[in-house]
Nanobody, 126 residues
Framework: QVQLVESGGGLVQAGGSLRLSCTAS????????VGWFRQAPGKEREAVVT????????YYADSVKGRFTVSRDNTKNTVYLQMNSLKPEDAAVYYC???????????????????WGQGTQVTVST
């Protein structure tokens, strides 16, 4: 069992930055691919970034490429999402998710993940 807790959300002006953290319980966090998803009101939950177990491989949605950076520190059981140049359309509840894996593959579907955090709100003002 893995429990995920997100933090770092908040209100930021357009063009600003936020750093989200996702901290996991358990000693096998390095066995999981981690994804960050977001969900805006009235919209489907969408994958934003994914990162491999070691952190060597990543995937970014086109909408955030060049602005967001994902990283992980398995010694701290934590994945980070650095979000720069935020836009109003980035506003959403952001969720981290962990999926068991033995290798790397890009996982963009909610069903690809086994554990989810409770989400953290990101609000971007104009």
């Amino acid at each position: 069992q893995v429990q995920l807790v997100e933090s770092g959300g908040g209100l930021v002006q357009a063009g600003g930055s936020l750093r989200l953290s996702c901290t996991a319980s358990g000693r096998t966090f390095s066995s999981y691919i981690v994804g960050w998803f977001r969900q805006a009101p009235g919209k489907e939950r969408e994958a934003v970034v994914t990162i491999s177990r070691s952190g060597d491989s990543t995937y970014y949605a086109d909408s955030v490429k060049g602005r967001f950076t994902v990283s992980r520190d398995n010694t701290k059981n934590t994945v980070y999402l650095q979000m720069n140049s935020l836009k109003p359309e980035d506003a959403a509840v952001y969720y981290c998710a962990a999926g068991r894996a033995t290798g790397w593959n890009i996982r963009l579907q909610v069903r690809d993940y086994d554990y989810w955090g409770q989400g953290t709100q990101v609000t971007v003002s104009t």
